[in-house]
């Protein structure tokens, strides 16, 4: 069996980096194409417009999460939890990564108005939610977490550190006027590089926010809270969708 991509992946692996490149607003078909090396003609062959393959692209992504969750479905449930909010944490230099968070969060604004995106980004949601809340379910079975409202708990953790994603994104650098009201681990406030970002990017602020006010207190009697750091990574890979 051939090792070389499909042209779909190939296609696919186009668009990722034309948004990256161009945003959701400016992205054409021909930047696409010109990102994976095939003609116009060809992406037309296989998509009618620029929302057809931007549309097939969301699916890729979603599918791409939903398999990222698969591979560690038998890790122990506060591994997966830890990992899970690992995966919303990332540095305010990942300018790369930035970028495309950047062109996804354009597509979700189109939710409102463009029922074919809005029905993958309540695939999206429904991932994401049902992924914690069966991590809970699990710990809960396990003894690792005490008996709580699953969904409830599962809204809050996702909508915590998703927000925190779009907040860091959306402010230059991660960066405004409240940062300084922010604590690390170390119980000291996070410093700035020399380029005036924060040292410690505000998603991670967050995620470690949330394992001590939000995760802690679920664990049953006993059971140790994991580093953040150990999560960190371990659903991300290297210039790949997520």
Same mark, same amino acid.
């Given at each position: 069996?051939?090792?070389?991509?499909?042209?779909?992946?190939?296609?696919?692996?186009?668009?990722?980096?034309?948004?990256?490149?161009?945003?959701?607003?400016?992205?054409?078909?021909?930047?696409?194409?010109?990102?994976?090396?095939?003609?116009?003609?060809?992406?037309?062959?296989?998509?009618?417009?620029?929302?057809?393959?931007?549309?097939?692209?969301?699916?890729? *992504?979603? +599918?791409?999460?939903? %398999? !990222?969750? &698969?591979?560690?479905?038998?890790?122990?449930?506060? =591994?997966?939890?830890? $990992?899970?909010?690992?995966?919303?944490?990332?540095?305010?230099?990942?300018?790369?990564?930035?970028?495309?968070?950047?062109?996804?969060?354009?597509?979700?604004?189109?939710?409102?108005?463009?029922?074919?995106?809005?029905?993958?980004?309540?695939?999206?949601?429904?991932?994401?939610?049902?992924?914690?809340?069966?991590?809970?379910?699990?710990?809960?079975?396990?003894?690792?977490?005490?008996?709580?409202?699953?969904?409830?708990?599962?809204?809050?953790? *996702?909508? +915590?550190?998703?927000? %925190? !994603?779009? &907040?860091?994104?959306?402010?230059?650098?991660?960066? =405004?006027?409240?940062? $300084?009201?922010?604590?690390?681990?170390?119980?000291?406030?996070?410093?700035?590089?020399?380029?005036?970002?924060?040292?410690?990017?505000?998603?991670?602020?967050?995620?470690?926010?949330?394992?001590?006010?939000?995760?802690?207190?679920?664990?049953?009697?006993?059971?140790?809270?994991?580093?953040?750091?150990?999560?960190?990574?371990?659903?991300?890979?290297?210039?790949?969708?997520?």
């Amino acid at each position: 069996m051939s090792d070389q991509p499909s042209a779909a992946d190939e296609i696919m692996d186009g668009v990722y980096h034309a948004l990256r490149s161009h945003g959701y607003a400016d992205v054409t078909m021909q930047d696409i194409a010109d990102e994976c090396s095939k003609s116009k003609s060809l992406l037309h062959y296989h998509y009618d417009t620029k929302e057809d393959l931007l549309v097939a692209f969301l699916d890729e *992504v979603i +599918t791409d999460s939903a %398999a !990222r969750i &698969r591979a560690h479905a038998d890790d122990p449930p506060i =591994d997966r939890l830890v $990992g899970f909010i690992g995966w919303f944490v990332f540095e305010t230099d990942a300018v790369d990564r930035e970028a495309f968070h950047i062109a996804l969060l354009e597509l979700r604004t189109q939710g409102p108005f463009n029922e074919r995106i809005r029905e993958q980004l309540v695939r999206s949601d429904r991932l994401l939610r049902g992924t914690v809340a069966d991590i809970l379910e699990s710990g809960i079975e396990a003894g690792v977490f005490r008996d709580v409202d699953v969904e409830e708990t599962a809204a809050l953790i *996702v909508a +915590t550190v998703d927000g %925190a !994603r779009t &907040r860091q994104i959306t402010l230059t650098g991660g960066a =405004d006027e409240t940062d $300084g009201e922010w604590e690390d681990e170390s119980g000291e406030a996070p410093g700035t590089t020399a380029e005036g970002l924060p040292e410690t990017p505000y998603t991670r602020l967050v995620a470690e926010a949330t394992l001590r006010r939000i995760v802690q207190p679920l664990l049953a009697e006993g059971v140790e809270l994991p580093d953040l750091s150990d999560g960190l990574g371990v659903m991300t890979d290297e210039d790949q969708p997520e």
